[in-house]
């Protein structure tokens, strides 16, 4: 198992930028892709960027293609999202996830451990 911590979010004005960071510990060399996911009230949990162990492969959903960027420290075990140019429908729930297959690393199921999300909210 791994336990996520994220921070790093907060109250921003759209146009500004945040980075996230998600600390991990635990079994973290079972763990392949880390996930960056948000989740507004009503709507499904929707993978936004992936990256895998090595850092060589990397995802992004269309709506955040060019404003954000994963990577990750290995030697630290974190994962961080830096966040550009937000806009006001990047406000959601952030969760950072582990896990063990690039196959399916846009879906949640692909994930098997999560951690508590951190609030991203974008004002006018």
């Known amino acids: 198992q791994v336990q996520l911590v994220e921070s790093g979010g907060g109250l921003v004005q759209a146009g500004g930028s945040l980075r996230l960071s998600c600390a991990a510990s635990?079994?973290?060399?079972?763990?392949?892709?880390m996930g960056w996911f948000r989740q507004v009230p009503g709507k499904e949990r929707e993978c936004v960027a992936a990256?895998?162990?090595?850092?060589?492969?990397?995802y992004y959903a269309n709506s955040v293609t060019g404003r954000f960027t994963i990577s990750r420290d290995s030697a630290k075990n974190t994962v961080y999202l830096q966040m550009n140019s937000l806009k006001l429908e990047d406000t959601a729930v952030y969760y950072c996830?582990?896990?063990?297959?690039?196959?399916?690393?846009?879906?949640?199921?692909?994930?098997?451990?999560w951690g508590q999300g951190t609030q991203v909210t974008v004002s006018s």
């Open positions: 996830a582990a896990g063990t297959s690039w196959a399916v690393v846009t879906t949640t199921p692909g994930y098997d451990d």
């Open positions: 635990g079994r973290t060399s079972s763990s392949y892709a």
């Open positions: 990256i895998s162990r090595g850092g060589g492969r990397t």
